[in-house]
């Protein structure tokens, strides 16, 4: 595969067409690190591992995916969704909806499940979990500018929105972010139907809980056969993709664990990654923007083998 | 399906829960017409059809793609990908390529295809159509704040940027968006790959010369497995997606033409969109944004049966 290791070595972020290669025409931007070359530079003390009890496994067909949770932004709901995982609520439900470019939902396909009202030490519906106090949350603030807050950044390996007037600060919907289907009522969410974002959906911040992000599985969640349903549901039970069972790390042996770590969003190393994409560097960019978008500077993630 | 069907009666852009309804508890914003409700009350003059000559189908076992080009944006790509298509250069070729939340990309898996030399009146590579000068197009302005470009807003139906101190004007990469791969130098590029955008990607604004977007397949394209080779390229022969044909709609027979309409973006209709998008109605919603971000406004497309 000549063509595919001439394109592998074309900047990992640029779209190659791979005609080997020759003097660029317009003016260069110099050469600059790129995320992968800060990656590879980064010291251990820049990562931290995922904490074993607030870290989710949903297993099924696609194979393992991992959720970091969130507790200091939705301590109640992922209380109750750690009940409801340990009294295998989740096991044998399903995904059940996946709609284009906007989400990938799971858990009870049927509202009326009575599974739901029994689990014990859980509760089918909670107080919303919206926003937090911003005072004592830890907030590395991007410096560009955010339609959808008044400030935005990151908080412990989240992307994050936060506003000084009222001194809120909650989870921002990027791509794999985890949150809480609710009804209409802001408080009829507590956990039992779960999604991820796989689009755009800015507009939910401060309407949802939410309650974490996928660390690991979102290619093949993104990649699931879209719903023909309207909502993009599974319209026929065939369709659902059975889960086999939801854990938490910490209930799971030692040498079963995955060993994700995410890149601490509050190092000189993360701030490199965010420079590298506000201004990417030449020879592949032409003009720098110096600006990126909150949901455009994904937090690094690697896994230890 | 019972739980299905009392989902279908919930908003169609919020996350039900389905519990049925009940008193919010958090203040209520009074309702909007959604989208949906709007297209629903448009009128025939808000809509136009596609340009046969300027509509391209993608033919493979995934069904039609239906891409509409920009022809204002890149007459010279679009002249030369239209030869290449005459010429059946991409009947054979493949989908090779999907990087998850990034780009699904098609054409020649090989950079040394002596087919891309051959095609009698169209060229490997062009010089690029990155802008164009803004004076003459039409822009309908989005009033939020943009962090790619100065102003933002949509240009007879694709989302678009402009400078009014350079007055250039440019495609924006909002989801679905077709551009042309290029090496590193800026007019290395010529349209024998193409790709879609399934992912962030504005910060290729300017870098890169778009030539359309898909208006019908981005489901099946969104859906293809990611690639496991580095950047996502299907590194095993059998896991490249054959494509057909790409055929100029003007040269299929008027019967075998898909019938879609775009929501022309100088509308009433379409304020009323952006309108409904940048402050939401109730019941669902509880904090309306008063923004949307560029990309977070898909510009309507209906199929006439």
């Not at 949903?58 to 995982?85: C, D, T």
């Not at 396909?109 to 919206?130: H, I, S």
């Not at 969640?221 to 026929?236: C, N, V």
Request: net charge positive.
């Amino acid at each position: 595969m000549r063509g595919y290791r001439t394109l592998h070595r074309m900047l990992l972020l640029g779209l190659a067409l791979g005609a080997g290669a020759r003097a660029a025409t317009a003016a260069e931007l110099p050469p600059k690190p790129s995320v992968a070359d800060i990656v590879k530079a980064s010291q251990p003390g820049d990562w931290r591992p995922l904490d074993p009890d607030n870290t989710l496994y949903m297993e099924s067909a696609l194979g393992r995916v991992v959720i970091e949770l969130a507790p200091r932004f939705a301590p109640n709901h992922i209380r109750n969704i750690k009940a409801l995982v340990r009294a295998h609520y989740f096991d044998g439900l399903a995904i059940v909806r996946v709609q284009d470019n906007w989400v990938v939902q799971w858990g009870d396909p049927n509202e009326d499940n009575a599974k739901a009202r029994k689990v014990e030490g859980a509760q089918k519906t909670l107080k919303a979990e919206f926003t937090v106090a911003a005072k004592d949350m830890p907030f590395t603030r991007l410096p560009d500018r955010d339609g959808y807050a008044p400030e935005s950044g990151f908080s412990n390996g989240f992307p994050a929105g936060r506003d000084p007037k009222t001194g809120e600060t909650w989870l921002a919907h990027c791509y794999g972010m985890v949150g809480v289907g609710r009804d209409s009522d802001a408080d009829s969410g507590g956990g039992t139907s779960l999604y991820a974002t796989i689009g755009p959906a800015r507009h939910l911040d401060r309407n949802i809980t939410v309650v974490g992000r996928v660390v690991s599985g979102m290619p093949q969640l993104a990649a699931l056969p879209r719903g023909p349903a309207p909502m993009g549901f599974y319209d026929k039970p065939g369709m659902n993709v059975p889960i086999t069972a939801i854990k938490v790390a910490a209930d799971v042996p030692a040498d079963g664990r995955s060993r994700f770590e995410v890149m601490r969003t509050d190092s000189a190393a993360f701030q490199a990654v965010l420079e590298a994409q506000r201004n990417r560097g030449g020879p592949w960019t032409k003009v720098a923007m110096n600006h990126v978008d909150l949901c455009a500077a994904p937090i690094p993630v690697r896994e230890q083998k």
